[in-house]
């Protein structure tokens, strides 16, 4: 039987290119409800439902899918809330063209598009927020135990919402003056606004959790308080690190990790200087190092504090870019121009120490490296010069020593990362667990939110089980 669904995905507004480059406003506009049924709609359905194997939480996508198709808000809420602490996130961040809709049946018949699985979900999350802005706060029986978690990014909230709706007393200990991780501090207004952000945590603290801010464990806080307090610990410090290439001219005066870039202007709201008190450098020409949507975001970030021209510069090819390819059109829309097949192989400075230039090299991919994706090789005789008075690299982050040097118990791998069971999260120490990217190194955030679900479960598992045999 032919198909009578629509073919693409119901158009969702955004901002006119040439009016966002100026602000740092949600890119996105998200659908009306009207459009939201229209999409739902799409949905086939599938009894097999490769949508829910293709989401690392598990969500019941078609569930939440047929009650907005249904007009039921309410019921759609009630679903996705009830597999999901971070739905309003997810709905914006996630790439789902590489997850759920990226195995969607309908995107699999040739010419369809796969219904837009994340557009619903921040539909839903939206209309939740705006209509139920308070979550019910649980019946609360006999605390099952005391949980510390460590770090209050993706996954750390996770865990934290999760172990609260089983029953157990929640303390979320955060290093920086706001609750989030990178998700404050990472991702930029215009991409994820701090107002979402402050209401999933919200809905975490209706549900009794307790947010600690200031609090750097390993320093103000000592980690054998904790295990002394606590029947259980998760580690979800990220992976906070700046790495840099090492190449000459790195000192100079205008080159900057991302992490350092878009933690000033997202943390400590640098874009609206001078209403808040954090400078952040206005560049002219600016080079970002990179091809994740952290580079992504750094590049459209500079262009919105004024930059006359952005240009990234990235070692393989589009077919390579690991961002999101939704980002990527953005920051074309935006005017960001990229170089592929190039990188930088020294920064030029002037005598006063500022950089002028950014001195590159073509490239070409030769056989597959360990990844599997084919190792760029320098081509001799190709460098050239950019001028640039900013460079920003973004080419990855690694685990923070603070807590891990005086946590010598903890085992670590090869990389400095914590080695933790890949499907409980549990650690070389018993009743302390880790997910998210201080495990994995960089990923995303519903892998590290798959990780603090599964945390979840194992920890309460562990505790149960400890005090049975108690």
């Known amino acids: 039987m032919a198909l009578i669904k629509p073919k693409t995905k119901t158009p969702i507004k955004e901002q006119d290119p040439k009016e966002r480059c100026s602000n740092f406003q949600e890119v996105c506009l998200g659908y009306t409800l009207e459009e939201g049924v229209e999409e739902a709609n799409r949905c086939l359905q599938c009894k097999n439902a490769p ?19 249904e007009s039921d808000m309410p019921r759609a809420a009630e679903i996705l809330c009830s597999y999901t602490n971070l ?41 939740k927020y705006q209509n139920q802005p308070s979550s019910p706060k649980p019946q609360k029986g006999p605390s099952k135990g005391r949980i510390a978690v460590i770090g209050s990014g993706p996954s750390g909230l996770t865990l934290a919402g999760d172990m609260a709706k089983r029953g157990y007393e929640v303390v979320i200990f955060e290093a920086l003056h706001a609750a989030g991780g990178v998700l404050v501090y990472g991702i930029p207004e215009f991409r994820l606004p701090k107002k979402i952000v402050e209401m999933e945590i919200g809905a975490l603290k209706d549900l009794g959790v307790q947010i600690v801010t200031n609090a750097v464990v390993g320093k103000s806080v000592e980690i054998k308080e904790l295990l002394e307090q606590f029947d259980g610990i998760y580690i979800a410090v990220g992976a906070g690190a700046p790495h840099f290439q090492g190449i000459p001219g790195t000192t100079l005066n205008g080159v900057y990790s991302a992490s350092e870039y878009l933690t000033r202007i997202n943390l400590m709201h640098a874009y609206e200087f001078p209403d808040f008190d954090t400078p952040t450098k206005r560049s002219k020409r600016v080079v970002v190092v990179g091809g994740g949507n952290v580079a992504m975001d750094a590049a459209r970030s500079a262009r919105r504090l004024g930059a006359e021209e952005v240009q990234v510069v990235y070692r393989r090819s589009l077919k390579e870019l690991p961002a999101r390819i939704e980002e990527y059109h953005h920051a074309v829309e935006e005017g960001i121009i990229f170089n592929w097949l190039t990188n930088p192989v020294e920064y030029i400075g002037n005598a006063e120490g500022q950089l002028i230039g950014v001195k590159c090299i073509r490239m070409e991919l030769g056989e597959p490296d360990a990844s599997g994706r084919r190792r760029p090789v320098p081509v001799p005789g190709s460098e050239f010069v ?25 085992k670590l791998n090869k990389w400095g990362y914590i080695e933790a069971d890949p499907k409980t999260g549990a650690t070389s120490v018993p009743g302390v667990y880790a997910g998210g990217d201080i495990v994995t190194g960089a990923a995303t955030v519903i892998l590290a939110m798959g990780a603090g679900k599964d945390a979840a479960e194992a920890m309460d598992k562990y505790i149960s089980q400890k005090k049975d045999n108690a």
């Open 51 to 69: 949508c829910i194997k293709g989401c690392p939480v598990a969500i019941d996508i078609p569930g939440f899918i047929k009650a907005v198709a």
């Open 87 to 127: 739905p309003a996130v997810c709905g914006r961040v996630c790439p789902q063209e590489n997850q759920c809709e990226g195995v969607c049946t309908l995107g699999k018949v040739p010419g369809f598009e796969p219904v837009a699985i994340g557009k619903l979900e921040r539909l839903v999350a939206d209309w």
């Open 386 to 410: 950019i001028e640039a008075d900013t460079a920003i690299e973004a080419i990855g982050q690694g685990a923070n020593k603070v807590l891990l040097s005086t946590f010598p118990e903890l």
